[in-house]
């Protein structure tokens, strides 16, 4: 598993390599913190974008969630294809967001409901 420190090299090397369009009202910027996120039914949240806080808009990659899915044994090449791909996701709330659609929250709401219907899991 790559540690922290490196996974922040990972994320500003991706972020570095995207158009600078993408970070327009983006005003919070990308954090990465060293929690596990969950939701309500114990499900790992990687990554959300957020709005209308104190700091404005802003993407949250979540550390620990990454090292609780894949594992310590997660290969540099594996951390960095995720941390990418959840990165783009998070963007993509955000253009969307900016463009008053939220077509692809609710892509991820039925993809959750599809889970755990699926797994049998009880949203509470």
């Known amino acids: ?56 808009r802003y993407i949250t990659i979540y550390y620990g969630s990454f090292e609780w899915v894949f594992g310590k044994d997660a290969t540099t090449e594996k951390m960095a294809k995720e941390l990418k791909s959840t990165l783009l996701h998070e963007f993509t709330h955000h253009f969307e967001c900016l463009a008053g659609d939220n077509s692809l929250e609710k892509e991820d709401e039925r993809k959750l409901a599809e889970y755990r219907r699926k797994n049998n899991l009880i949203r509470r």
């Open 1 to 56: 598993m790559v540690t922290i420190d490196e996974a922040h090299e990972i994320l500003e090397k991706i972020a570095e390599e995207l158009p600078c369009e993408f970070y327009k009202h983006l005003n919070g910027g990308i954090i990465l913190l060293p929690d596990v996120k969950t939701s309500q039914d114990g499900l790992c949240i990687l990554g959300e974008y957020t709005t209308c806080s104190s700091m404005g």
